[in-house]
C-alpha cells in the first residue's frame, strides 16, 4: 500500500492547523480512506477535543516512542468513521519528548496500516516543527489574509524547500469574501502572487467552525457549513480528484437555501 | 477616528484599498526576510561582487560591507567598498 504522510503546518500560530488536519482527515475517512491524525503539538495537545475524542484517550505519542504501550494502544479510533484514527500528543511534556529520528520511524510504522498519515504541526520553527516534518513526503502550509499570517508562510515555504519538500501547497483559510470584494482583505490571488505556490484550498470564514468545535464534530460532517464543504473539496483534491477550487463567492443556490431551511426546522 | 480621517474616507476617491496597501508592505518586508533567511545569501553576493570588482578595482576586501537595507518605501542593496586603486585594465 502506497501511503501518503502530509504535514499541516503555519509558522504562524492559531490560524487553522490543527481544524484543517481534523477536517481533511474526517473527510478523507467519509470517502472510505485508512486515515491517522498525528498531533506532533506536544504539551498543547488539542486535535484530541477537536475530533471530540478527548475522553478516549489512554496513551499518548510520547508514550508510544518510549516503548511504555504498544502503539497500537495509543491509536485511538474514531467515534463516526471507520479506518478514522488519532495519535495524541503528550500534554505534560516538552516538545524535546520526541526526536524527529523517532518521529520517521514512528511513521514508518503507520504507513504499514494507513493510507494517509496527517501530521498536525505545531506553531514556530523550532523543534516541534522539525519533528512534525521529518517523516512526512508532503507539505501543507496554512494562511490566513493577513501579513503577519503570509510573512510566516513564507519562511514555512522556505524552510520546507530547504528540508527538501519540492512543492509544498498552500490553504488560505478564514477568507472572508466581502471584506476581500471592497479591497479590505488580501484575496486569493493577490496571496498566490506573492507566495507563488501551488494552491490547494480555500476556506471561507465560518461561525459554523467554532459549532463544530464546540461540539467536538469536525465541520465537514455537517451538511450547510461552507468551510466544511470547502475542507471536503481539498480531501477531494488530496486523493486526486479533479475538483475545483472553492473561491470564495457565495453560492445561493435553491438547493444551499433548502438545506439550510430543513436545518433551521430541525 | 480623527474628524480628519473620517471625511477623507468620505471624500477621498483615490484612497488605496487597505489590501494594496498590506501587500505592498508585504513584499517590501519580504524581499528582505527571503534574503536574510540565509546569511549564505549575503555572502555569496559579497564573494561575487568582490571577484568582478576586483577585475577593475583594488579594494579593502577586510572592510568591505554588503546589506540589504529597509528604506521609507524599498529595498536597498547597500554596499561600502574602500577602493585602493585602480587597476591598468581600465586605460586598456
Ligand atoms: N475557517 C474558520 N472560520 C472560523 N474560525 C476558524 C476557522 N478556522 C479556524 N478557526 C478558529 O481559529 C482558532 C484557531 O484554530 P486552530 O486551533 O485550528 O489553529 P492552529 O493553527 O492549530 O493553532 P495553534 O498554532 O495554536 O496550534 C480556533 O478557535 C478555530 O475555531
Ligand atoms: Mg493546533
Known amino acids: 500500500m502506497e501511503s501518503k504522510v502530509i504535514v499541516i503546518t503555519s509558522g504562524k500560530g492559531?490560524?487553522?492547523?490543527?481544524?484543517?488536519?481534523?477536517?481533511?482527515?474526517?473527510?478523507?475517512a467519509m470517502m472510505g480512506k485508512k486515515v491517522?491524525?498525528?498531533?506532533?503539538?506536544?504539551?498543547?495537545?488539542?486535535?484530541?477535543?477537536?475530533?471530540?475524542?478527548?475522553n478516549r484517550i489512554v496513551f499518548d505519542i510520547v508514550d508510544v516512542v518510549n516503548n511504555n504501550c504498544k502503539l497500537q494502544q495509543a491509536l485511538t479510533k474514531d467515534k463516526r468513521y471507520e479506518g478514522l484514527y488519532l495519535l495524541p500528543a503528550a500534554q505534560t511534556?516538552?516538545?524535546?519528548?520526541?526526536?524527529?529520528?523517532?518521529?520517521?520511524?514512528?511513521?514508518?510504522e503507520l504507513k504499514k496500516e494507513f493510507e494517509f498519515i496527517l501530521v498536525d504541526c505545531p506553531a514556530g520553527i523550532e523543534q516541534g516543527f522539525r519533528n512534525?516534518?521529518?517523516?512526512?513526503?508532503?507539505?501543507?502550509?496554512?494562511?490566513?489574509?493577513?501579513?503577519?499570517?503570509?510573512?510566516?508562510?513564507?519562511?514555512?515555504?522556505?524552510?520546507?524547500?530547504?528540508?527538501?519538500?519540492?512543492?509544498?501547497?498552500?490553504?488560505?483559510?478564514?477568507?472572508?469574501?466581502?471584506?476581500?470584494?471592497?479591497?479590505?482583505?488580501?484575496d486569493i490571488d493577490d496571496i498566490l502572487d506573492i507566495l507563488s505556490i501551488e494552491l490547494l484550498g480555500v476556506v471561507p470564514e465560518d461561525e459554523y467552525i467554532v459549532v463544530s468545535t464546540n461540539r467536538?464534530?469536525?465541520?465537514?460532517?455537517?451538511?450547510?457549513?461552507?468551510?466544511?464543504?470547502?475542507?471536503?473539496?481539498?480531501?477531494?483534491?488530496?486523493?486526486?480528484?479533479?475538483?475545483?477550487?472553492?473561491?470564495g463567492e457565495e453560492t445561493s443556490s435553491l438547493v444551499n437555501r433548502f438545506m439550510k431551511m430543513v436545518k433551521l426546522a430541525r | 477616528m480623527a474628524l480628519l480621517d473620517i471625511l477623507n474616507r468620505i471624500f477621498a476617491k483615490?484612497?488605496?484599498?487597505?489590501?494594496?496597501?498590506?501587500?505592498?508592505?508585504?513584499?517590501?518586508?519580504?524581499?528582505?526576510?527571503?534574503?536574510s533567511v540565509s546569511s549564505d545569501?549575503?555572502?555569496?553576493?559579497?564573494?561575487?561582487?568582490?571577484?568582478?570588482?576586483?577585475?577593475?578595482?583594488?579594494?579593502?576586501?577586510?572592510?568591505?560591507?554588503?546589506?540589504?537595507?529597509?528604506?521609507?518605501?524599498?529595498?536597498?542593496?547597500?554596499?561600502?567598498?574602500?577602493?585602493?586603486?585602480?587597476?591598468?585594465?581600465?586605460?586598456?
Open chain 1, 14 to 28: 492559531g490560524v487553522g492547523k490543527t481544524t484543517t488536519t481534523a477536517n481533511i482527515g474526517t473527510a478523507l
Open chain 1, 36 to 54: 491517522v491524525l498525528l498531533d506532533t503539538d506536544i504539551g498543547l495537545r488539542n486535535l484530541d477535543v477537536v475530533m471530540g475524542l478527548e
Open chain 1, 93 to 108: 511534556k516538552e516538545k524535546t519528548a520526541v526526536s524527529p529520528h523517532q518521529m520517521k520511524n514512528l511513521i514508518n
Open chain 1, 132 to 186: 512534525a516534518i521529518a517523516g512526512a513526503d508532503e507539505a501543507v502550509v496554512v494562511a490566513t489574509p493577513e501579513i503577519s499570517s503570509v510573512r510566516d508562510a513564507d519562511r514555512i515555504i522556505g524552510l520546507l524547500e530547504a528540508s527538501g519538500f519540492r512543492e509544498p501547497k498552500l490553504i488560505i483559510n478564514r477568507l472572508r469574501s466581502k471584506m476581500a470584494k471592497r479591497g479590505d482583505m488580501m
Open chain 1, 216 to 247: 467536538g464534530e469536525p465541520a465537514v460532517t455537517d451538511t450547510v457549513s461552507k468551510a466544511g464543504a470547502a475542507y471536503r473539496r481539498v480531501a477531494r483534491r488530496i486523493t486526486g480528484q479533479d475538483v475545483e477550487i472553492y473561491t
Open chain 2, 14 to 35: 483615490e484612497t488605496v484599498n487597505s489590501k494594496d496597501v498590506a501587500k505592498e508592505r508585504l513584499r517590501l518586508v519580504l524581499v528582505h526576510d527571503r534574503a
Open chain 2, 41 to 92: 545569501f549575503i555572502n555569496a553576493l559579497k564573494e561575487d561582487l568582490i571577484k568582478v570588482i576586483r577585475e577593475y578595482l583594488e579594494i579593502d576586501e577586510e572592510q568591505l560591507s554588503v546589506n540589504l537595507e529597509n528604506e521609507d518605501n524599498s529595498v536597498a542593496l547597500i554596499a561600502n567598498i574602500p577602493v585602493r586603486g585602480f587597476k591598468k585594465v581600465v586605460n586598456e
